[in-house]
């Protein structure tokens, strides 16, 4: 069984600097967690939605995987898929209505709107992720230790269980968001410079749990993609 995910990009617009996010569908309120993201950098949510809406997602999810044209995957290796919507394609194709009412979401403008202290906002794309056991470890970015050039708050909901080994992401804690980090994102060619090495893996934290569960993070938090390395594929 491979690991599925689902998360919506979007962005928060201002003139000196854009900010994106990413958020999730058929969520639970979650205006309560703003304070606990700003603090700590990111947050496991468990039952972020019931587990009804979950099984209807992987199935539709699975579906659009079948369905989707070339022209929207965004990634395709032989280790992930990851599938690339904007609103005007989610009301476009059949397989990828089932996405389009995250985009007007009132739940998740409110708590954007809360987290960026704006209302100028806008989600983009939705995004579906699936992971799965190429054989062998990876040792290029995302799955190496970093923050990324743009910042980012991404919401990350699992369409499938994930225990450790099966990709679920990781991040180091809080005291790593340093102030070299914030000089590092002030330049504007970073190369691999976002690299961040972090020996103690006390100060790492892998999320998982059953379908259903979420990571919400902002990606000034140093974090890594997770790579599926389990008998789960």
């Known amino acids: 069984m491979s690991i599925l995910k689902i998360f919506v990009l979007s962005f928060f617009t201002q003139q000196v600097k854009n900010k994106f996010y990413r958020i999730l ?6 205006t309560n967690y703003v304070p606990e993201v700003k603090e700590n950098g990111y947050l496991k949510v468990n ?18 995987f079948k369905k989707a044209k070339k022209e929207y995957f965004h990634q ?3 280790f992930v898929k990851v599938l690339s919507i904007t609103e005007e394609e989610s009301k476009k194709e059949k397989y990828f209505k089932y996405l389009n009412e995250i985009f007007n979401d009132s739940s998740l403008s409110e708590f954007v709107n809360e987290y960026f202290e704006s209302k100028d906002t806008e989600i983009s794309k939705i995004f579906l992720a699936e992971s799965s056991n190429n054989g062998e470890k990876v040792d290029v970015l995302p799955y190496k230790m970093h923050f990324d050039k743009t910042r980012y708050l991404k919401f990350m909901i699992y369409l499938r269980n994930v225990s450790e080994g099966d ?5 180091a804690k809080k005291e790593w968001n340093t102030k070299l980090q914030q000089e590092l994102l002030e330049r504007e060619a970073l190369k691999e410079e976002n690299v961040v090495e ?3 893996l006390s100060q790492v934290d892998e999320i998982t749990g059953p379908k259903g569960t979420a990571a ?4 000034n938090i140093t974090h890594k993609a997770g790579q599926v390395l389990s008998e789960n594929k």
């Open 198 to 200: 972090v020996k103690d």
């Open 76 to 78: 395709q290796t032989d």
């Open 25 to 30: 569908y058929m969520i639970k309120n979650i």
């Open 167 to 171: 990709g679920g992401v990781t991040f």
């Open 47 to 64: 039952d972020l939605i019931t587990e009804v809406d979950t099984l209807s997602l992987e199935a539709q999810t699975i579906k659009a």
């Open 216 to 219: 919400i993070f902002d990606t």
